[in-house]
């Protein structure tokens, strides 16, 4: 049964607390995050955002944002995959006709599916190669992506790929255990060690003409399609919002239990010295001021999507610039304070027996996904001269 929303959040926090019991561990250990994958499926959180229609949850995209946002506080290299996840498995309602939502979205509600992806667009095209042996429609997918989050560990994975037929942009779906799909199991970085982002390669992959969601060209491309990009750029922006809340709980409790005041400060414990408070003071600030503009953000992603196909450009450029402006405040926050977190903690605080550098080095590896300073150009460009950045899978 579908989670409603008071009890999806609740869901959320009982899966982070799970996942702060060894997250130190399990990030150093770098292990592909199988029995985490499981740990979302028994929450009920993959379908949260699907329609009801199909089984899924139909609850709006602020209500996953924050789903993701609370996780990330412990994890975030769980709240990418879910993250992600809400994203891909969403292509569903953005571009799969009824026939395409019925043969995949059933299965995928009623078993708590988790959705990977490679549709990467900075890597080469993958190749769909017309295939009669697979009937009208058929193909065989060939390529590779270095980038894949979540196809390791996901039941599925949605694929874009170029059809040498049509010369069109479609996305397919690859299940985990299809012939010539390899995982590298290659994803060596400095944070987000538990995303399951390693690269990987379809070798002649048959893809039947019912295994193909939808066209993403661009003359196929609709307002409500286009939603894809300001609804993972949201959820970036609340990943990274988690991080940072995360960070500040974690170094807040050291700060109150071990950290000593410094010999000139004249203070008698670290949470009286008014260095200590006005740095916590100034983060936690601008933390709550990111937060609010995340649940306004969530909310105009939330109203739009209602609209469905009935929303304009315009109404879409809108909504795309108040989530580039989230993302924009929301990576300098995280990057600035995941490192500030050490001035009010402390030296013996950079023991690695602690790991608090694993909140830095998270968000110091996602944020580099799509450079932050181009979502401020857009911001700056948009205010001076109103206007909106033309889709593409970034903007």
């Given at each position: 049964?579908?989670?409603?929303?008071?009890?999806?959040?609740?869901?959320?926090?009982?899966?982070?607390?799970?996942?702060?019991?060894?997250?130190?561990?399990?990030?150093?250990?770098?292990?592909?995050?199988?029995?985490?994958?499981?740990?979302?499926?028994?929450?009920?959180?993959?379908?949260?955002?699907?329609?009801?229609?199909?089984?899924?949850?139909?609850?709006?995209?602020?209500?996953?944002?924050?789903?993701?946002?609370?996780?990330?506080?412990?994890?975030?290299?769980?709240?990418?995959?879910?993250?992600?996840?809400?994203?891909?498995?969403?292509?569903?309602?953005?571009?799969?006709?009824?026939?395409?939502?019925?043969?995949?979205?059933?299965?995928?509600?009623?078993?708590?599916?988790?959705?990977?992806?490679?549709?990467?667009?900075?890597?080469?095209?993958?190749?769909?190669?017309?295939?009669?042996?697979?009937?009208?429609?058929?193909?065989?997918?060939?390529?590779?992506?270095?980038?894949?989050?979540?196809?390791?560990?996901?039941?599925?994975?949605?694929?874009?790929?170029?059809?040498?037929?049509?010369?069109?942009?479609?996305?397919?779906?690859?299940?985990?255990?299809?012939?010539?799909?390899?995982?590298?199991?290659?994803?060596?970085?400095?944070?987000?060690?538990?995303?399951?982002?390693?690269?990987?390669?379809?070798?002649?992959?048959?893809?039947?003409?019912?295994?193909?969601?939808?066209?993403?060209?661009?003359?196929?491309?609709?307002?409500f399609s286009s939603l894809v990009t300001p609804a993972i750029q949201a959820a970036f922006g609340h990943f990274y919002l988690g991080v940072t809340r995360g960070a500040l709980e974690t170094a807040a409790e050291y700060t109150r239990t071990t950290s000593r005041p410094w010999l000139l400060?004249?203070?008698?414990?670290?949470?009286?010295?008014?260095?200590?408070?006005?740095?916590?003071?100034?983060?936690?600030?601008?933390?709550?001021?990111?937060?609010?503009?995340?649940?306004?953000?969530?909310?105009?992603?939330?109203?739009?999507?209602?609209?469905?196909?009935?929303?304009?450009?315009?109404?879409?450029?809108?909504?795309?610039?108040?989530?580039?402006?989230?993302?924009?405040?929301?990576?300098?926050?995280?990057?600035?304070?995941?490192?500030?977190?050490?001035?009010v903690t402390g030296a013996r605080a950079t023991s690695n027996k602690y790991g608090f550098d694993r909140f830095w080095r998270n968000v110091r590896t996602h944020t580099l996904h799509d450079p932050v300073q181009h979502k401020a150009r857009e911001v700056g460009d948009h205010f001076l001269?109103?206007?909106?950045?033309?889709?593409?899978?970034?903007?």
């Amino acid at each position: 049964m579908a989670l409603d929303a008071p009890q999806a959040l609740d869901a959320a926090r009982d899966v982070a607390q799970h996942l702060a019991l060894d997250a130190l561990e399990r990030d150093r250990a770098g292990a592909e995050p199988v029995p985490e994958a499981e740990l979302l499926r028994k929450a009920g959180l993959p379908n949260l955002l699907l329609p009801t229609s199909i089984g899924g949850g139909g609850l709006p995209w602020s209500v996953g944002l924050e789903v993701v946002r609370e996780i990330a506080r412990t994890d975030g290299s769980i709240a990418q995959l879910l993250a992600y996840h809400y994203v891909n498995a969403h292509n569903l309602v953005w571009v799969a006709d009824d026939a395409g939502r019925a043969r995949w979205g059933v299965p995928s509600a009623e078993q708590q599916w988790l959705w990977g992806d490679a549709v990467n667009p900075v890597d080469p095209d993958l190749e769909l190669v017309a295939d009669p042996a697979a009937g009208a429609g058929g193909y065989l997918l060939r390529g590779t992506k270095t980038f894949s989050t979540g196809a390791s560990v996901g039941d599925v994975t949605v694929v874009g790929g170029l059809a040498g037929d049509s010369g069109k942009h479609l996305l397919v779906v690859v299940p985990r255990e299809a012939a010539g799909f390899v995982k590298g199991g290659d994803w060596d970085n400095l944070g987000q060690r538990l995303s399951a982002s390693g690269s990987v390669r379809f070798e002649d992959v048959r893809i039947a003409s019912g295994d193909v969601l939808g066209s993403t060209s661009p003359e196929d491309t609709t307002p409500f399609s286009s939603l894809v990009t300001p609804a993972i750029q949201a959820a970036f922006g609340h990943f990274y919002l988690g991080v940072t809340r995360g960070a500040l709980e974690t170094a807040a409790e050291y700060t109150r239990t071990t950290s000593r005041p410094w010999l000139l400060s004249g203070a008698a414990s670290a949470t009286e010295d008014p260095y200590v408070l006005a740095t916590y003071g100034r983060l936690v600030a601008r933390l709550r001021a990111a937060e609010a503009l995340g649940r306004s953000a969530g909310l105009s992603l939330s109203q739009a999507h209602e609209r469905g196909l009935d929303l304009t450009w315009d109404e879409r450029g809108e909504v795309a610039e108040e989530i580039a402006a989230l993302k924009v405040v929301s990576s300098d926050l995280a990057v600035e304070a995941t490192s500030a977190i050490y001035e009010v903690t402390g030296a013996r605080a950079t023991s690695n027996k602690y790991g608090f550098d694993r909140f830095w080095r998270n968000v110091r590896t996602h944020t580099l996904h799509d450079p932050v300073q181009h979502k401020a150009r857009e911001v700056g460009d948009h205010f001076l001269t109103g206007r909106h950045p033309q889709f593409t899978l970034y903007t």
